[in-house]
């Protein structure tokens, strides 16, 4: 989404066409049954034109055209915006019906990142909301995140809190919709993960890019947002089409071990699973297929036979050797040292951490992180 939306004002009520074409035939001398008789529509259709509870169609804007001398578009038009009007007051009741809704909805969070207006009328935040999800009513919303039949293939986690999750995951689809990519290729996205476990040695003003289009070249839109409220997950796994995967990364626990080792995690759930499920990464590892992008991640990033070695270290220089071996940052090792041993707070000064930062990017939904 871009900035904030801002309508202009739209008053609650619609003026028919009929109302201008009575004005133009008595302007004219002309009465509504003269002008049945002109035109050739019977006295009722006059009437209900007038009224508003008939439209003007194309065959009659033609024949009222010859009739008063003004054009059939100029009706055509009138019209048009009246149906587009009435269509809105319709539309407004039937959300007003629906405000409800907002309260399962994080949208003070959403307006703080610019992505839902501002505005004091209700409905339209709620307009705003169903924008941001691309649905047209909270109906379809529910329709779309809440059915049965899409529960059944979700991620128990996103059970405790559908609104934020939702907005966080939505959030993650747009940027990776916006994202281009090639086709999935398996192979490819293999290759770059190896590429990309190197990079792990970097600041994220190197890694990150790289990382992105890398990905990208194989099909994989990396989606980076910032966590949210009740959704302090770590990331999530998403096919938009049978050739494009998103993953989606926050920065929980800020730490670079625990945001690697997400990232790898949600390779493995490409790699590994199927494509009609949503997987969400909340720390737990229950479901089986979440076991087995664990063990994928820990294995890409140190393999399990050097953990004798890591769980021996008794210094950051030995750490350090260890992270050099294995060509990745020294913060991983530490993070799988601190995993072996249960002692968290060991060689914490190896592992970097990492905030978001406020930019001109992340005041319009996009954050980026330091």
Known sequence: MGGRTRYSYEPDYAVPPGKTLLETIESLGMTQRELGARTGLTPVSVARIIGGDQPITY???NKLELATGVPAR?????????????????EREQMRADLDWLRCIPVNELQSRGIVGDHKDKVLVLRDVLAFYGVSSVEAWHEIWETPEVAARRSKCFETAPGPTSAWIRQGELKAHSTACADFNKPRFVAALKTIRSLTKEQPSVFEPEMKKLCAASGVAVAL???????????????????????????????????????????????????????????????????????FAAELLVPH??????????????????????????????GRYQFLTKKWTHFNELIRRWNWRPTESSRKGLPHYA
């Not at 036979?305 to 350090?320: D, G, H, L, W, Y």
């Open 59 to 61: 065959e009659t804007a």
């Open 74 to 90: 100029f009706w055509n038009n009138l019209e048009a915006q009246f149906q587009e009007r009435k269509a809105k007051i319709d």
């Open 225 to 295: 947002v910032r966590e949210m409220k009740k959704v302090p997950w770590s990331g999530a796994t998403r096919w938009l089409s049978p050739d494009k995967a998103m993953i989606l990364l926050s920065l929980r626990g800020k730490g670079e071990d625990k945001f690697w080792f997400s990232f790898f995690h949600e390779a493995g759930h490409v790699l590994l699973h199927s494509k009609k499920d949503l997987y969400i990464d909340d720390g737990e590892a229950e479901d089986e297929r979440e076991k087995e992008a664990n063990a």
């Open 305 to 334: 036979t050097f953990n004798s070695e890591i769980r021996a270290c008794k210094s950051k220089a030995a750490v350090e050797a260890i992270a050099h071996k294995l060509d990745v940052s020294p913060g991983i090792v530490a």
